[in-house]
């Protein structure tokens, strides 16, 4: 059994959570402070590749990445690098995928969040950065916790994005989805279902991870 399709799906998770982390936390702070209108016409923007197919999400980043569009193309031509078609680029379309689930669950962390404490923070000199990742993060960071758990087990599991701009390619692009589909259309099984019992035992663990983080974080709210 070759493990390549794990080993990927797991750098691909990895690496596109880790980007989401950041961008969907700034973005989720920013945008939680924003005027009513303006918060409400970026949250629909931002929250659009949830609500989409994935083969859509897919097909809109082949408009743009591919190598006769225009960013596509421009990186082929003055780099050699072609965007899609390559491990990497899963990268983008789990990214453009998951970045709804950090975003909304860190924005509902910080909403919840008592700005009396960062005005207090204020008055004794302390820097926003400071307050940042010192009062305001450690207080969100049950929300936080789960939203990156949450996002990297749907960046695990993607599918119909991934095999549109990365393809499968045993060895270089596959990935459990992309494996299990596969194995599926040409008649193999029994090897399918390994990897289906693969991927639910991953996804088992990610999901008990988010409801004890849910529930340590109803402990903390209750006082507990």
């Known amino acids: 059994m070759d493990w390549f399709p794990l080993f990927n799906s797991l750098r691909i998770a990895l690496l596109s959570s880790l980007i989401t982390f950041f961008i ?16 409400g016409v970026l949250d629909v923007i931002f929250t659009l590749p949830l609500v989409l197919p994935p083969t859509v999400v897919g097909y809109l980043l082949l408009r743009v990445l591919g190598p006769k569009r225009m960013i596509g193309a421009w990186f082929l031509e003055n780099f050699g690098i072609k965007l899609t078609m390559t491990w990497w680029s899963a ?13 909304r669950t860190a924005r509902g962390a910080f909403e919840s969040f008592d700005e009396t404490l960062a005005y207090s923070a204020q008055t004794l000199g302390l820097s926003n950065t400071y307050i940042f990742w010192k009062i305001r993060m450690p207080l969100c960071r ?7 758990v949450l996002a990297f087990a749907r960046a695990l599991g993607e599918y119909g994005a991934t095999s549109m701009i990365a393809g499968y390619t045993p060895g270089h692009t596959a990935t459990i989805s992309t494996t299990v589909y596969q194995l599926w259309r040409t008649n193999n099984d029994a090897l399918a279902f390994k990897w289906v019992l693969v991927n639910l035992a991953i996804s088992f663990v990610v999901l008990l991870a988010i409801n004890m983080l849910e529930k340590k974080n109803q402990r903390i709210k209750n006082g507990g």
């Not at 990268?91 to 975003?103: D, E, K, R, S």
């Open 91 to 103: 990268i983008f379309a789990t990214t453009v995928v998951i970045f709804p689930l950090m975003y």
């Open 24 to 39: 969907g936390l700034l973005s989720a702070y920013y945008i939680s402070k924003a005027p009513r209108f303006v918060k």
């Open 142 to 148: 049950q929300g936080i916790l789960a939203g990156t």
